[in-house]
T-cell receptor
Framework: KQEVTQIPAALSVPEGENLVLNCSFTDSAIYNLQWFRQDPGKGLTSLLLIQSSQREQTSGRLNASLDKSSGRSTLYIAASQPGDSATYLCAVSNQAGTALIFGKGTTLSVSS | NAGVTQTPKFQVLKTGQSMTLQCAQDMNHEYMSWYRQDPGMGLRLIHYSVGAGITDQGEVPNGYNVSRSTTEDFPLRLLSAAPSQTSVYFC??????????????FGPGTRLLVL
């Protein structure tokens, strides 16, 4: 059974710092991997999607990498801002691409 | 586009009552799915659909029923509510490029309290 783990569970950093969020998964037979952001009491917003054949994706200050063989993904946030404070969720799609399996998230707090 | 919409935003039920959580999308997406989010458990898949008339079970389907009569709508029915179904429910949709689901778009959620 696929399991997704995110480390750390919580992270506090000062504004301007670069940071890395980690995601690991137990079964490398995935269709794709997505990183989401969730603000308190809100829905999920997709940040980046990496296909199983890709190594990384970039959007603005965000860069996500994927090493499928080792079952790892990282989300790199450059020059963090207070507005980046949220919970970040990693999810892998099963090989058929029909279901997402989520990690429990990393709650990020960026102080000004 | 309104994206993915869910109604109601919040609902209180008594044990044994039934209700339907509504989900609609206006992006012509083939894939739609329902997740529940519980503290300490993360998000878990309840049911999903790969197109009108086609549904399948996810990780936690017991106590829930779904149907997909149109591309736009994917309602989730609670047959006889139990306190264990107290949760936040999210609906999601995505398109397919001929393979599996691509970027998933989530609705704002429905908070359900079962007393």
């Amino acid at each position: 059974k696929q399991e997704v783990t995110q480390i750390p569970a919580a992270l506090s950093v000062p504004e301007g710092e670069n940071l890395v969020l980690n995601c690991s998964f137990t079964d490398s037979a995935i269709y794709n991997l997505q990183w989401f952001r969730q603000d308190p009491g809100k829905g999920l917003t997709s940040l980046l999607l990496i296909q199983s054949s890709q190594r990384e994706q970039t959007s603005g200050r965000l860069n996500a990498s994927l090493d499928k063989s080792s079952g790892r993904s990282t989300l790199y946030i450059a020059a963090s801002q207070p507005g980046d404070s949220a919970t970040y969720l990693c999810a892998v799609s099963n090989q058929a691409g029909t279901a997402l399996i989520f990690g429990k998230g990393t709650t990020l707090s960026v102080s000004s | 586009n309104a994206g993915v919409t869910q109604t109601p935003k919040f609902q209180v039920l008594k044990t044994g009552q039934s209700m339907t959580l509504q989900c609609a999308q206006d992006m012509n997406h083939e894939y739609m799915s329902w997740y529940r989010q519980d503290p300490g458990m993360g998000l878990r898949l309840i049911h999903y659909s790969v197109g009108a008339g086609i549904t399948d079970q996810g990780e936690v389907p017991n106590g829930y029923n779904v149907s997909r009569s149109t591309t736009e709508d994917f309602p989730l029915r609670l047959l006889s509510a139990a306190p264990s179904q107290t949760s936040v429910y999210f609906c999601a949709s995505s398109y397919s490029n001929g393979g599996g689901a691509e970027t998933q778009y989530f609705g704002p959620g429905t908070r359900l309290l079962v007393l």
